[in-house]
């Protein structure tokens, strides 16, 4: 804690300090003729600062703010003039530890060309403590560590840094200096543009006897694009990448993806692609789903133009299934694609909707086909379910399985044997009646029965 009538005392090291300031001032403003390709833009820093005071002072954490004023003067290193103003509250008293006071740092900048950049931070500077309506001004340093994020393409960026400081007050004979733990967050906010300054800060520092020739200087492009920077809206475009007006990679289809990286150049409007231009195959056999008419192919499966399954003779069954592969006109044929002798009557056993039942009228008919049946023990018959298009294939294949083991199961309960039956299930790939319609999709929904060869 800070004696409130401090006995005075000459204070070592003020001239030493006041001559290494002014050294580093000298530093900061000679440097500035060298042509180096980095930012070298002044700026100022304003910024919040949260304090955690030495237990010698007996005081409480508090906050205060500073204003810095700055310029880089080399690729990594930066120069900063900024004052402080802190404020904390004694802990035995009700009176205010108040702090003024200027430093002069140097920023030593990990990486200047990234986004976000770490930081160490060093300086020298002084300091007016004040207490109890008495102050005295003391040397102090303070070094630290931070990181820049630029947050703006005109180079803002959010600054914090966490840094320890040492105040030398000699006033009290106990105690020799405070440490103190400084937080700051802020902002860095650079003055006009990065080529403009450059040229000015140079001129306004080199005498006109000693100006060298003007000469055209080149149009800052940082991307080398053809675009200069300040008119450039993609500034990291590859090098030797095609760019539009505005410095932007070319997209010639409008797919959103540049034509450097575009493996499918000319892909048609509206149509969705993936990470290299191209149009999505979510099956994987090679026709892209905006022209895919079956969308659900395996990808080993040879497919046609149109990403279906093959059927050479249009009958409905694909010739990776079809045994008979030339039953073309055939009106009639059976599961394995093949043609069938006879079909029996059996427009009256038609089924309601999502329904295996078999209704009095449907019964009837097949009472009297079991007649005739019993008459001919040597025929076999296939009986054959459908479905309406409604509810998805797998659901409509087992349905029309079900309906034709429904149907048989009536006729073994006649008294036909069992062994002359065979029953399977189409679901709705082949329909007799438009599917658009109540009354179609009633009579797609049913059985057929077929005599065997």
Same mark, same amino acid.
């Given at each position: 804690?800070?004696?409130?009538?401090?006995?005075?005392?000459?204070?070592?090291?003020?001239?030493?300090?006041?001559?290494?300031?002014?050294?580093?001032?000298?530093?900061?403003?000679?440097?500035?003729?060298? #042509?180096?390709?980095?930012?070298?833009?002044? @700026?100022? $820093?304003?910024?919040?600062?949260?304090? =955690?005071?030495? !237990?010698? &002072?007996?005081?409480?954490?508090?906050?205060?703010?500073?204003?810095?004023?700055?310029?880089?003067?080399?690729?990594?290193?930066?120069?900063?003039?900024?004052?402080?103003?802190?404020?904390?509250?004694?802990?035995?008293?009700?009176?205010?530890?108040?702090?003024?006071?200027?430093?002069?740092?140097?920023?030593?900048?990990?990486?200047?060309?990234?986004?976000?950049?770490?930081?160490?931070?060093?300086?020298?500077?002084?300091?007016?403590?004040?207490?109890?309506?008495?102050?005295?001004?003391?040397?102090? #340093?303070?070094?630290?560590?931070?990181?820049? @994020?630029? $947050?703006?393409?005109?180079?803002?960026? =959010?600054?914090? !840094?966490? &840094?320890?400081?040492?105040?030398?007050?000699?006033?009290?004979?106990?105690?020799?200096?405070?440490?103190?733990?400084?937080?700051?967050?802020?902002?860095?906010?650079?003055?006009?543009?990065?080529?403009a300054m450059a040229t000015a800060a140079s001129a306004a520092l080199i005498p006109v006897a000693m100006a060298p020739p003007m000469i055209n200087s080149k149009v800052a492009d940082a991307d080398n694009d053809g675009i200069?920077?300040?008119?450039?809206?993609?500034?990291?475009?590859?090098?030797?990448?095609?760019?539009?007006?505005?410095?932007c990679e070319s997209d010639s289809d409008g797919d959103l993806i540049a034509d450097s990286q575009d493996q499918c150049d000319s892909t048609p409007d509206n149509v969705t692609v993936d990470n290299s231009g191209c149009p999505?195959?979510?099956?994987?056999?090679?026709?892209?789903?905006?022209?895919?008419?079956?969308?659900?192919?395996?990808?080993?499966?040879?497919?046609?133009?149109?990403?279906?399954?093959?059927?050479?003779?249009?009958?409905?069954?694909?010739?990776?299934?079809?045994?008979?592969?030339?039953?073309?006109?055939?009106?009639?044929?059976?599961?394995?694609?093949?043609?069938?002798?006879?079909?029996?009557?059996?427009?009256?056993?038609?089924?309601?909707?999502?329904?295996?039942?078999?209704?009095?009228?449907?019964?009837?008919?097949?009472?009297?086909?079991?007649?005739?049946?019993?008459?001919?023990?040597?025929?076999?018959?296939?009986?054959?379910?459908?479905?309406?298009?409604?509810?998805?294939?797998?659901?409509?294949?087992?349905?029309?399985?079900?309906?034709?083991?429904?149907?048989?199961?009536?006729?073994?309960?006649?008294?036909?044997n069992e062994s002359q039956l065979i029953t399977k299930g189409l679901g709705a790939i082949k329909p007799v009646a438009d599917n658009q319609t109540d009354q179609g999709r009633a009579k797609n929904r049913r059985v057929e029965?077929?005599?065997?060869?």
């Amino acid at each position: 804690m800070l004696n409130t009538k401090p006995e005075l005392r000459k204070k070592p090291g003020i001239k030493m300090f006041t001559q290494l300031a002014a050294g580093i001032v000298v530093l900061m403003l000679s440097s500035t003729i060298m #042509a180096e390709s980095y930012d070298d833009r002044w @700026y100022a $820093v304003p910024s919040l600062s949260y304090i =955690i005071p030495d !237990d010698k &002072r007996d005081a409480e954490e508090g906050f205060g703010f500073s204003f810095g004023f700055g310029k880089p003067v080399a690729k990594n290193w930066n120069v900063e003039l900024h004052g402080i103003y802190d404020s904390l509250d004694l802990k035995t008293s009700n009176d205010n530890y108040l702090q003024m006071g200027a430093f002069l740092d140097g920023l030593y900048i990990v990486n200047r060309e990234a986004n976000f950049s770490p930081y160490a931070v060093l300086g020298l500077g002084m300091i007016d403590s004040q207490l109890a309506k008495n102050n005295d001004i003391n040397p102090a #340093a303070h070094a630290g560590a931070g990181f820049m @994020y630029q $947050v703006t393409d005109h180079g803002i960026a =959010i600054r914090s !840094d966490v &840094r320890y400081r040492m105040d030398f007050d000699d006033r009290n004979a106990a105690v020799d200096s405070f440490g103190d733990w400084v937080v700051n967050i802020g902002l860095s906010l650079p003055f006009g543009n990065r080529a403009a300054m450059a040229t000015a800060a140079s001129a306004a520092l080199i005498p006109v006897a000693m100006a060298p020739p003007m000469i055209n200087s080149k149009v800052a492009d940082a991307d080398n694009d053809g675009i200069p920077d300040d008119s450039d809206n993609c500034s990291n475009t590859p090098a030797g990448a095609k760019t539009d007006a505005a410095g932007c990679e070319s997209d010639s289809d409008g797919d959103l993806i540049a034509d450097s990286q575009d493996q499918c150049d000319s892909t048609p409007d509206n149509v969705t692609v993936d990470n290299s231009g191209c149009p999505l195959d979510n099956d994987n056999d090679g026709i892209a789903d905006y022209q895919d008419q079956c969308s659900n192919t395996l990808s080993s499966t040879i497919v046609n133009a149109m990403g279906c399954e093959p059927d050479a003779d249009n009958d409905g069954i694909t010739d990776l299934r079809d045994m008979c592969q030339n039953s073309i006109g055939t009106k009639n044929i059976d599961s394995d694609g093949c043609s069938l002798n006879e079909v029996i009557n059996t427009k009256a056993y038609n089924f309601e909707f999502n329904s295996t039942e078999l209704n009095d009228s449907s019964k009837s008919v097949l009472a009297d086909i079991a007649t005739r049946l019993k008459a001919h023990p040597n025929e076999q018959v296939e009986i054959i379910g459908h479905t309406d298009n409604l509810g998805s294939e797998k659901f409509n294949s087992k349905l029309s399985e079900q309906r034709a083991a429904s149907v048989k199961q009536f006729l073994v309960e006649q008294g036909i044997n069992e062994s002359q039956l065979i029953t399977k299930g189409l679901g709705a790939i082949k329909p007799v009646a438009d599917n658009q319609t109540d009354q179609g999709r009633a009579k797609n929904r049913r059985v057929e029965m077929f005599v065997m060869d």
